[in-house]
């Protein structure tokens, strides 16, 4: 006699079936607009081994699930696991991987992509900067609360290449929004092209590319991204879809969204939601129902 258990088991089998069967090709088309590679970027996310939950090839899939063409690995004063993310990512299809991290100082949090060393927490903002700058990378301000701006003065301010203007944290927390939104206004006086820049900050639980940066790059390589940001070729866009930057990248980034906003509701995805519903409720009946069999047919 078939048990409830053994039906919860085949929903399940099912599930997994059909998750790998429409998972098998999730990457996006790319090509040019209006003469840029707009590339969905998110320069904030955390690796395990490290301080995130994550290891970096798995980040990568989640990268590709949530859309985005580019990430940096960015762990707390180390660039260990995002030397290894970017040589995974040399080797097969998916999204470039830079290599970052968050230099965690006492006073401040500064994230450096594209960098080849670690940068030494242990100095003031400004020469971080600077030893971000002498490696090829850019200089991010990391979530720029008030406890953090005394570390950037006006020569600091002038060198960032970028800061964070949305964060997930800015969703419940209006001080915080205030305080990050008034950093970005005094970085631009100092600097106006400074990059506007979305990030999950992804540890374990704001997903990654919840916040994320839409890069204006001239080509899709390494070097595009990180020239673009140099430029302040960015939008920054929050988790409820708000967006911060220049008006005229604002409007290319806003149609080019609207373009390719058909991925989203493709078979593809329809199918993966439904693998992913029978996957959950085949583990729950597995371990609810037991062995609980069906009662018998009525003659």
Same mark, same amino acid.
């Given at each position: 006699?078939?048990?409830?258990?053994?039906?919860?088991?085949?929903? +399940?089998?099912?599930?997994?079936?059909?998750?790998? /069967?429409? *998972? @098998? *090709?999730? @990457? =996006?088309?790319?090509?040019?607009?209006?003469?840029?590679?707009?590339?969905?970027?998110?320069?904030?996310?955390?690796?395990?081994v490290?301080?995130?939950?994550?290891?970096?090839?798995?980040?990568?899939?989640?990268?590709?699930?949530?859309?985005?063409?580019?990430?940096? /690995?960015?762990?707390?004063?180390?660039? +260990?696991?995002?030397?290894?993310?970017?040589?995974l990512?040399? =080797?097969?299809?998916?999204?470039?991987?830079?290599?970052?991290?968050?230099?965690t100082? %006492?006073? &401040?949090?500064?994230?450096?992509?594209?960098?080849?060393r670690?940068?030494d927490?242990?100095?003031?903002a400004?020469?971080?900067v600077?030893?971000?700058?002498?490696?090829?990378?850019?200089?991010?301000? !990391?979530?720029?609360? %008030?406890? &953090?701006?005394?570390?950037?003065?006006?020569?600091?301010?002038?060198?960032? $290449?970028?800061?964070?203007?949305?964060?997930?944290?800015?969703?419940a927390?209006?001080?915080?929004?205030?305080?990050?939104?008034?950093?970005?206004?005094?970085?631009?006086?100092?600097?106006?092209?400074?990059?506007?820049?979305?990030?999950s900050d +992804?540890?374990a639980?704001?997903?990654?590319?919840?916040?994320?940066? &839409?890069?204006?790059? =001239?080509?899709?390589?390494?070097?595009?991204?990180? $020239?673009?940001?140099?430029?302040?070729?960015?939008?920054?866009? *929050?988790? *409820?879809?708000?967006? &911060?930057?220049?008006?005229?990248?604002?409007?290319?980034?806003?149609?080019?969204?609207?373009?390719?906003?058909?991925?989203?509701?493709?078979? !593809?995805?329809?199918? =993966?939601?439904?693998?992913?519903?029978?996957?959950?409720?085949?583990?729950?009946?597995?371990?609810?129902?037991?062995?609980?069999?069906?009662?018998?047919?009525?003659?």
């Open positions: 006699m078939t048990s409830s258990r053994g039906v919860a088991a085949l929903v +399940f089998v099912i599930g997994l079936i059909v998750g790998t /069967i429409a *998972d @098998s *090709d999730t @990457s =996006r088309v790319l090509r040019p607009d209006e003469g840029y590679w707009i590339l969905a970027a998110d320069f904030h996310v955390h690796a395990f490290g301080d995130g939950a994550l290891a970096p090839w798995i980040l990568r899939r989640e990268a590709e699930r949530a859309g985005l063409d580019v990430f940096a /690995i960015t762990n707390h004063n180390q660039v +260990f696991m995002a030397r290894i993310g970017r040589w990512s040399g =080797r097969s299809p998916g999204p470039l991987v830079l290599i970052g991290e968050e230099i100082a %006492r006073n &401040y949090h500064l994230i450096a992509v594209g960098i080849k670690p940068i927490w242990d100095q003031p400004l020469s971080a600077n030893a971000v700058h002498a490696q090829g990378g850019v200089a991010i301000a !990391a979530h720029p609360v %008030r406890m &953090y701006w005394n570390a950037f003065d006006d020569r600091a301010l002038t060198l960032l $290449d970028g800061a964070e203007t949305a964060h997930p944290s800015m969703r927390d209006e001080v915080r929004t205030r305080d990050i939104e008034a950093f970005y206004r005094r970085a631009r006086q100092h600097n106006p092209a400074v990059a506007p820049i979305g990030s +992804f540890h639980v704001a997903p990654i590319g919840l916040c994320r940066t &839409y890069v204006l790059a =001239r080509d899709n390589s390494k070097a595009g991204v990180i $020239d673009a940001v140099r430029q302040g070729r960015t939008v920054a866009v *929050d988790a *409820d879809g708000h967006t &911060y930057g220049d008006p005229e990248h604002v409007r290319r980034v806003v149609a080019h969204r609207a373009r390719v906003a058909s991925v989203d509701s493709s078979p !593809a995805v329809v199918w =993966r939601r439904l693998a992913v519903a029978c996957a959950w409720i085949g583990l729950l009946g597995m371990v609810v129902l037991g062995n609980t069999p069906f009662p018998p047919a009525r003659s």
